[in-house]
């Protein structure tokens, strides 16, 4: 069973985990521990199962359904979806499923090429530069998380050289992206994190995509559960500068 089984199979699996006995979604549970990238979805759709589940549990159903049911439909009582107390439960069911499934759908079916233009775009857009200057990268990340955006994350070990002058927040798709200001001699160059791996049509694992978002060029790559992506330099600069004896060092 190969990942793309996998995941058609597991998207049925229940919460509850009494699927888990049966041979086929044992196999594929198999297939999730040697897929990073199947367990990260894996455990992104259990936890939207789950809030589906919750909100579902919050409506009461009138205490005389089942009676009612078995009389032959002769409710007595007017239907519950006429009740007050029982619409709000509805209403509030639905837009917790509507959240949810937002929230879901847009971390799965986002594209990154299209994410990362807009993102550049963005922050090159003519408006404040920074939110915050500071050289002091433990200030910014604690100013960074403060404002709601990831700040977990270190700077690339291939851009240690360079002068950290702050930081901005630009967000895109509902997602608050760091992004860090960097200078590297005379070049001015923009550093995004992305957190977690969660797009479509992502740069390949440790090895850099160079596309052209606009007139600016960008190289992106991927290092476990975060993506970068750098703008603001000569892509045969960046070639040099990361690529050492055949090998890519762009770790963070």
């Known amino acids: 069973m190969n990942s793309q089984e996998a995941r058609r199979l597991l ?11 049966d041979p ?11 897929d990073p990238e199947l367990a990260r979805w894996f455990d992104e759709q ?10 579902l549990q919050r409506i009461s159903p009138p205490v005389d359904l089942r009676g009612s049911i078995l009389a032959g439909g002769k409710v007595v009582r007017p239907p519950f979806w006429q009740v007050w107390g029982a619409r709000a ?3 509030a069911a639905v837009a917790a499923l509507a959240v949810a499934a937002g929230v879901f759908a847009s971390g799965r079916s986002t594209r990154f090429p299209e994410f990362r233009k807009e993102l550049v775009e963005q ?3 003519g408006e404040s530069h920074l939110n915050l200057e500071s050289s002091d990268i433990a200030q910014i990340k604690q100013w960074l998380a403060s404002h709601g955006a990831y700040a977990d994350f270190m700077v690339p070990v291939s851009l240690a050289e360079t002068r950290v002058h702050g930081c901005r927040i630009v967000v895109v798709a ?23 791996a969660d797009f479509a049509e992502l ?3 440790g090895a850099p995509d160079f596309e052209k978002c606009g007139a600016w060029k960008t190289a992106s790559w991927r290092q476990g559960d975060k993506t970068y992506v750098l703008t603001g330099m000569k892509y045969q600069t960046f070639v040099s500068k990361f690529r050492k004896a055949g090998r890519w060092t762009l770790s963070g």
């Open 174 to 196: 509902g997602r608050r992206v760091p992004m860090l200001c960097l200078a590297d001699g005379p070049k001015h160059l923009h550093l995004f994190v992305v957190n977690r």
């Open 89 to 91: 439960a509805v209403a």
């Open 46 to 55: 259990r936890q939207f199962d789950a809030r589906i589940a919750g909100s």
């Open 203 to 205: 740069p390949p694992q």
């Open 123 to 125: 922050a090159w857009n």
């Open 24 to 34: 086929r979604f044992a196999e594929a549970l198999k297939v999730v521990k040697r």
């Open 11 to 21: 998207e049925v699996f229940r919460p509850s985990g009494a699927d888990a006995g």
